[in-house]
């Protein structure tokens, strides 16, 4: 069975502190890696999708990179509205599966 | 452009009460569309999927039914509910391809329907 798993669980950083999201996976033939953001009470909002490793994607502060076994999502220099879940999952056929998320908080 | 809508928000439904709920997409025809429900601290799970109307794949077996009556019609049901049942249930849509790559793969999530049941 496929599984997602996402580090970590929550990250508090402050204004223009850089860092990074895991998320490692378990599939026997990946076929896309796929990042999402959350806001609260919101559905996920598409931000990524990587298919090879060696493959990077970038949008403003936002950088998600893959290698066999996993995918970094990195955060530089955020922003009080980067704060939200972001949700990893990896498409296996027409199924993605979901890792747990982890929640990010920027303060000021 | 493509807009995926779903109603009603929130609902607060009794033990035993069916339920109803309803997604619709718009700007787009023959969608792949899905239905999810997300629990607190937990990832999205897969309760059902469809590739056309009427065509209707279940995940889980569960207390839930899907139907899709038209082409971007969803509808998530139960005669019963349960306590279980609970949760947040999201509605996705995704163009109509099951190939490996490009934009056909992506889902697009719905605002979400917040379900308590007391």
């Known amino acids: 069975e496929d599984q997602v798993t996402q580090s970590p669980e929550a990250l508090r950083l402050q204004e223009g502190e850089s860092s990074s999201l895991n998320c490692s996976y378990t599939v026997s033939g990946l076929r896309g890696l796929f990042w999402y953001r959350q806001d609260p009470g919101k559905g996920p909002e598409f931000l990524f999708t990587?298919?090879?490793a060696g493959e990077e994607k970038e949008k403003e502060r936002l950088k998600a990179t893959l290698t066999k076994k996993e995918s970094f999502l990195h955060i530089t220099a955020p922003k009080p509205e980067d704060s939200a879940t972001y949700l990893c999952?990896?498409?296996?056929?027409?199924?993605?599966?979901f890792g747990a998320g982890t929640t990010v908080t920027v303060r000021a | 452009s493509q807009t995926i809508h779903q109603w009603p928000a929130t609902l607060v439904q009794p033990v035993g009460s069916p339920l109803s709920l309803e997604c619709t997409v718009e700007?787009?025809?023959?969608?792949?569309l899905y239905w999810y429900r997300q629990a607190a601290g937990r990832g999205l799970q897969l309760l059902f999927y469809s590739v056309g109307i009427g065509q209707i794949s279940s995940e889980v077996p569960q207390n839930l039914s899907a139907s899709r009556p038209q082409d971007r019609q969803f509808i998530l049901s139960s005669k019963k509910l349960l306590l279980s049942d609970s949760g947040f249930y999201l509605c996705a849509w995704s163009r109509s391809s099951f190939t490996s790559g490009g934009p056909g793969d992506t889902q697009y999530f719905g605002p979400g329907t917040r379900l308590t049941v007391l």
């Open positions: 990587l298919y090879s």
């Open positions: 999952a990896v498409r296996d056929d027409y199924k993605l599966s």
């Open positions: 700007g787009t025809s023959n969608p792949n």
